[in-house]
C-alpha cells in the first residue's frame, strides 16, 4: 500500500496581505480592437461565395422565393378568420432541405409560449392547422413526434412538430433538392384578439366587431438563407420579422359593405366597389390635393361596395415580404397623391374611423413628404402605393401598408425602405431596421422645417448611457434584449451614425448609405455585408469603428487634461479615460491678430471664421495603446483665447465639461 505524501505550502504572510495589482477604475493603457469578429455564420457565407470584403452580394448569392396564393374569409360574428393557402416554395439554394419550418405567430395568443414584454389583448386558440399537403402527401396532424425523433420505418411519412407554438417544424420524407420548387397546401383559422389589455404592437388586433386589422395573421415559411439555414427563433412578440420575398395573390371575403385594404393592388374594383367610388379612385393622381373617396355618409353596401351578402377582395402583390390588411365597415376613406422621382405619381390611400379623423388631418401631407424625401435620399419608392390604416396598432409597419395615423406617419413609411427593400433580419439584427429608420427621420423632420440637418450632440450623447449594465450590444439577438430592447434597437443607431459622420462627413455617409440601399434592394443583407460595404464606400478601414459601437458598450470619455507651453509651441494633452477611441478634434479659438495654424503632416485644419480653427488628428493616433495624447500647435499659447476639444460632439463623453480650457 502506497503511503499518502502530503506536501506542505508555505506562503510568507505578507502576500496575502498586499495591495491589490490594479489601483484605480481606469487602466495605464488599452488595446484597440482594429477589426470586427467573423463568426461561424459569416465564416461560411464567405467560404460559400455567397458574400465577401466588398460589402456586395457574392458572385453565389441566392434567396429562397415563397410565392403564396390565399383565400381567407372574415366572420365579425366570432371574430376569425379561416383560410386556405398554397405556397410554392422556391428552393433557389445550393442545399437540399429536409426540413420545412412554419412560423404561426398568432399562437403568441395561446397561453402556453413563450412571450417577451408583450401582452395579447386576449388568449385565444392561437393558429389552428386543420390540414397540411406538402408535394401531395397529407400530414397527419396528430401523429406524436418531437424534434429529436426520428422515424426509422421503411416507408418513412412526412411528419410535423410544433404546430401549438410560433415556430412549426416538418420533417420531410422526401427532401427538396436544391434549385427545385415544392408545394404546400394548409387550412387553417385563427381568432383576432381584441379588448383593452393589450399591450405592444400586434398584441390587439380587432376592436370589438367592428374593426379588424389582421397582421403576421396567416401561416408562413420562415426565412431559410445562407448564414444559418433556417430561421427558427421564436416569436416573442416585440422584435418584428424576417421573411422571403414572393408574390401573394390574395383574395379576402367579408360582408357587403365592409371596405378591405391590404397590402398591393385591387384586381376586381368592378366586382366590390360602387361606380361612384371607382370613378373618384380615378382622380387621385391628377394633383396632391386630398380627395374623398367614401365620406361619412356614404358608407355601406349599395353605397361605398357593391350589394350582396358578401363580397371578396382581390390583391396582388409582387416581390413583397408579408402581407398585411384592415377591414371596417365604419371605414371613411381618404386619398392624396405623392410623386417619386423617375417614376411619377402614386396614390397614397388613408382608411379610418369617423371619430379618428382629428389623427388623419396631415397624414396624407406627411407621408408624401416621407416617400418623396426618402425616394430622393435613398432611392425611389418601389411599390405601386401606399395605404395608412386606422385600428388598435397604431405604429406598424407592412409592404404599401402602415397601421398608423399621422403621428408615426413618416416614420412608418420610411420601414418601406428597411425592411420592405432591404429584407433584414429584424429579429436578431433590430437596429439595421428601426435603428436606421430613427437616424432617416431625423433627417426629413429637418427636412420638412426647411432646416439644415444637425446631427451634433447625438453621438455624444451615448456617453452618459455606456457602461450601464442593462444594455446589450447592438450585435447581441434583439429577440432576446429585454427591458434593453427600446433603446438597443432605436435610439443606439443614430448616435452611432452622428460619430461616423464626425469621422467622415454627414454627406459622406448619406451618400454611402444610398448606394448601400441600391446594391441590397429586394435582398438581405447583413450587418457584415453593410459594415465591409461602408468601408469600400467610404474609402477607409473603419473596423475599429464598427467594432465599438457594434460589439461593445464603450464609450471615448475624452478630456482636455492639460495645455503648457513648450517653446514657441503649445502642447494640448487629451486624455481618453473609455476603452473607444475616437479622432481628435480641437476647435481653437484665437485672439485677435493671431496666425492661423497651418495643417501638417499629422492633422488638418479647418478654417471655421477668421479667427476660429477645427485641427483633426485621426483616430490612429490612439492605436499605439496610448491614453494620451499630445497636440503640438505652432503658436503662442498667448494667441489662444480658448480650446473645446470635440466642439461637434460627436464622440460619446461622460463628462463634456472637461472639454474646454481654459476650464470654465
Not at 482594429?34 to 470584403?53: Q, W
Not at 361612384?276 to 365620406?295: A, D, P
Amino acid at each position: 500500500m502506497m503511503k499518502r505524501i502530503v506536501f506542505l505550502l508555505l506562503f510568507p504572510a505578507f502576500i496575502f496581505a498586499q495591495t491589490p495589482i490594479r489601483k484605480s477604475i481606469e487602466t495605464n493603457s488599452r488595446a484597440i480592437r482594429r477589426d470586427v469578429p467573423m463568426t461561424n455564420t459569416i465564416r461560411r457565407a464567405f467560404e460559400a461565395g455567397t458574400r465577401d470584403f466588398t460589402g456586395k452580394p457574392g458572385p453565389n448569392y441566392w434567396q429562397l422565393k415563397t410565392d403564396y396564393t390565399i383565400e381567407a374569409s372574415l366572420d365579425p360574428r366570432t371574430q376569425e378568420i379561416s383560410g386556405s393557402e398554397t405556397i410554392l416554395l422556391h428552393n433557389n439554394s445550393n442545399d437540399e432541405l429536409n426540413s420545412i419550418v412554419l412560423r404561426l405567430d398568432h399562437n403568441i395568443f395561446r397561453g402556453l409560449v413563450p412571450r417577451g414584454f408583450s401582452v395579447p389583448a386576449e388568449n385565444t386558440e392561437g393558429m389552428v392547422i386543420t390540414r397540411l399537403v406538402v408535394n401531395g402527401e397529407n400530414v397527419n396532424l396528430k401523429a406524436r413526434v418531437g424534434p429529436f425523433r426520428r422515424n426509422t420505418s421503411s416507408d418513412p411519412k412526412t411528419s410535423v412538430f410544433g404546430l401549438d407554438q410560433t415556430v412549426a417544424s416538418i420533417r420531410l420524407a422526401k427532401p427538396i433538392k436544391a434549385k427545385s420548387t415544392a408545394t404546400l397546401e394548409i387550412e387553417w383559422h385563427t381568432k383576432l384578439p381584441g379588448g383593452p389589455n393589450g399591450r405592444g404592437h400586434r398584441m390587439t388586433q380587432r376592436w370589438d366587431n367592428t374593426l379588424f386589422q389582421p397582421t403576421q395573421w396567416f401561416p408562413r415559411v420562415a426565412k431559410y438563407d445562407d448564414l444559418r439555414g433556417w430561421y427558427s427563433d421564436p416569436y416573442l412578440g416585440p422584435a418584428e420579422f424576417f421573411n422571403n420575398f414572393g408574390r401573394f395573390d390574395v383574395k379576402i371575403n367579408v360582408p357587403a359593405g365592409w371596405i378591405v385594404s391590404a397590402t398591393g393592388l385591387l384586381q376586381n374594383p368592378e366586382e366590390v366597389l360602387s361606380e361612384m367610388v371607382q370613378e373618384r379612385l380615378g382622380k387621385i393622381l391628377e394633383s396632391n390635393e386630398e380627395i374623398t373617396i367614401v365620406g361619412e355618409e356614404e358608407r355601406g353596401a349599395g353605397q361605398a361596395t357593391s350589394t350582396g351578402g358578401e363580397l371578396i377582395w382581390h390583391y396582388v402583390a409582387d416581390n413583397v415580404n408579408d402581407f398585411a390588411w384592415a377591414t371596417s365597415k365604419d371605414f371613411i376613406w381618404k386619398a392624396t397623391r405623392a410623386t417619386v422621382p423617375e417614376k411619377g405619381p402614386i396614390p397614397i390611400h388613408m382608411v379610418f374611423l369617423p371619430s379618428r379623423a382629428n389623427r388623419f388631418v396631415r397624414a396624407g401631407e406627411l407621408t408624401r413628404h416621407a416617400i418623396e424625401f426618402y425616394s430622393d435620399l435613398w432611392t425611389p419608392y418601389p411599390f405601386p402605393q401606399l395605404t395608412l390604416q386606422d385600428g388598435p396598432s397604431a405604429g406598424m409597419e407592412y409592404p404599401m401598408v402602415i397601421n398608423s395615423n399621422q403621428g408615426a406617419a413618416d416614420h412608418e413609411t420610411a420601414h418601406q425602405w428597411w425592411p420592405m427593400m432591404l429584407g433584414t433580419n429584424e429579429t436578431r439584427y433590430g437596429w439595421m431596421d428601426e435603428g436606421f429608420n430613427q437616424y432617416m427621420n431625423i433627417l426629413s423632420r429637418a427636412h420638412r422645417q426647411g432646416k439644415e440637418p444637425n446631427l451634433n450632440g447625438y453621438g455624444q450623447r451615448y456617453g452618459s448611457r455606456s457602461g450601464n449594465e442593462d444594455e446589450a450590444p447592438l450585435m447581441w439577438n434583439a429577440n432576446y434584449a429585454g427591458p434593453g430592447y427600446g433603446f438597443q434597437t432605436y435610439s443606439k443607431t443614430p448616435l452611432m451614425l452622428s460619430m461616423l459622420g464626425g469621422i467622415v462627413g454627414d454627406e459622406a455617409v448619406q451618400k454611402a448609405m444610398k448606394e448601400y440601399t441600391k446594391v441590397w434592394s429586394f435582398k438581405h443583407p447583413s450587418p457584415w455585408d453593410y459594415i465591409f460595404f461602408m468601408n469600400n464606400a467610404l474609402g477607409q478601414d473603419l473596423e475599429w469603428f464598427w467594432y465599438y459601437w457594434l460589439w461593445t458598450t464603450e464609450s471615448v470619455d475624452a478630456s482636455i487634461q492639460q495645455v503648457e507651453k513648450r517653446g514657441n509651441k503649445t502642447i494640448v494633452t487629451v486624455h481618453q479615460a473609455g476603452q473607444m477611441p475616437s479622432p481628435v478634434v480641437l476647435k481653437v479659438e484665437l485672439n485677435k491678430g493671431a496666425k492661423a495654424i497651418k495643417a501638417s503632416n499629422n492633422f488638418e485644419a479647418k478654417s471655421i471664421d477668421e479667427n476660429t480653427m477645427e485641427l483633426t488628428w485621426p483616430a490612429d493616433v490612439w492605436f499605439n495603446g496610448n491614453r494620451t495624447f499630445q497636440a503640438e500647435l505652432d503658436m503662442s499659447i498667448k494667441d489662444i483665447k480658448k480650446i473645446t476639444l470635440d466642439p461637434n460632439a460627436r464622440f460619446p463623453d461622460k463628462n463634456p465639461g472637461d472639454n474646454i480650457w481654459p476650464k470654465e
